[in-house]
């Protein structure tokens, strides 16, 4: 991740205090918003969605390169706001709503894919990457800002502490690319802790397919629900002793140590069994 930068700073809107139910920090640093937009490379090739776009910190620098976007806003206020913008208003189609149950498909558009970015609220940011994950193949990239431990989880590798089941799950739907860095100065009002920003590509072509992505889900938290314990254990209810052997898995093994491949190997082995 390139490291951080002294921080430039914008006023975010008079008059507005942030909602912490909304998770809402807004990002005030422009050479942090610079560097997003650049991420984001907007483009009007693709249909073009932030997720929470609060007072506009990304959305007025991506708008001015783009001739619409839409935006996901759950809050009245913020929303009003940013739909009486003259500038703005041009460009953004407002839909009030929680982006925890939005449907992403009705924004789709023949021949466009799906570019999505947003600083997002990070009380539900695990949730809300699930269900976006559930629209991987209409989506080319996600752009998001996150708490940086979310970020570490995202990307982590077989071996580290940071691996789990947000690791295995997201990198078998996408590539991940760790960006930058953000201190907590760059937010009003400042986090406690340090974000991170990432991009994922959702696979169009996956590097491995399994028969039955909520087995792999469910073979993969169940692993991880007892990190401790060897696979053996923990995986009691999906594997049987001889399947250590089928699968070339040590069965003293944990669940940080196996690769999103050889769960997937697991997850399969469990559906070709159910299935006979
Ligand atoms: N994009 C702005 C910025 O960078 O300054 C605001 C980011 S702030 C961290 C998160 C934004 O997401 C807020 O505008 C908040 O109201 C909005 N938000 C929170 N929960 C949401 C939800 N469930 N659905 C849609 N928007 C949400």
Redesign the pocket.
Known sequence: MAADRRPRRSI?GEGFRA?KQ???????DENI?ADIVAAIAPDDQEVTV??????????RPVCRRLSHLHA????RD?AQRLREDPVLGKCLTIHE????S?DFSSLKQEGKALKIF???????STP?LFHLLSYGPLISSMTF?LQKEVVDRLTASPGCKDYGRLSVMAQYRCRMYPLLAVPPEA?QPAPKVWSAVVRMEPWQEKPRTVADESLLEAVTAAAFSQRRKTIANSLGDYLEAGDFADLGLDRRLRAEDLTVNQFADIADLVAARRSR
């Open positions: 975010p909602r909304f998770g809402q920090n807004f990002l005030r918003i932030e997720i929470g776009p609060g007072m506009g910190a990304l959305t996901v806003e759950i809050d913020l709503a929680d982006a925890l939005f947003g600083n997002l609220p990070y009380n539900i809300l800002m937010f």
